[in-house]
């Protein structure tokens, strides 16, 4: 009499295949899969800039309008700003010693200085050139130590690890008397 044997599962052999298909797979998708996340934190870096400029617009406006327009300048706190900030409470209503760094800061919906010593509430690193009462462009980065993720306005980052692409180095000034992104080489 012959004894049958029914033996269930796979070979070690099969389970070695699969792990190494799977291996090769991940080996694929992994890398294409954080060229997207990189691409869309430069993105989003670029809207962000975009925001940066409507309210440095916005608060441009409110000062001419109050009759104390902004001096020509790179306002902010990052990308070698030279003017750090002024104090804009006189054209922004519902303020009280409002900076434009924070008043931008509070527009893009993040935390903002409480104006002591302890100034490292600001989250968001930005620079807005301004000139003839308005802004010219605008350079954002979600933190200091993120600069490497970098967008701006109206000249906007391309991804930065292609060999075309450039990432943002901060703001430049024409010779027009204008302001304008400069771009990394």
Known sequence: MKKST?????TLV?????IAIIGV???ILVPSMMGYVKSSK?????SSAK???TAANNVCQKCDNAG???AAG?????????VKDVDVSNCVSDTDGQTFTNFIAKELGQKVSNGTSDDTNITVQFAVGISDGGPTCAVYAST???LKYTGGYPTAAKDISSKAGKGIKGIKSESDGTYSVEMSE
């Open 51 to 53: 925001s940066v400029y």
């Open 68 to 70: 104390e327009p902004l």
């Open 42 to 46: 430069i993105s989003s870096a670029n």
């Open 74 to 82: 790179i306002y902010g706190n990052a990308f070698g700003a030279t």
């Open 6 to 10: 029914n033996k269930k599962g796979f």
């Open 25 to 27: 797979l991940a080996a």
């Open 144 to 146: 200091s130590k993120d």
């Open 14 to 18: 099969e389970l070695i295949v699969v």
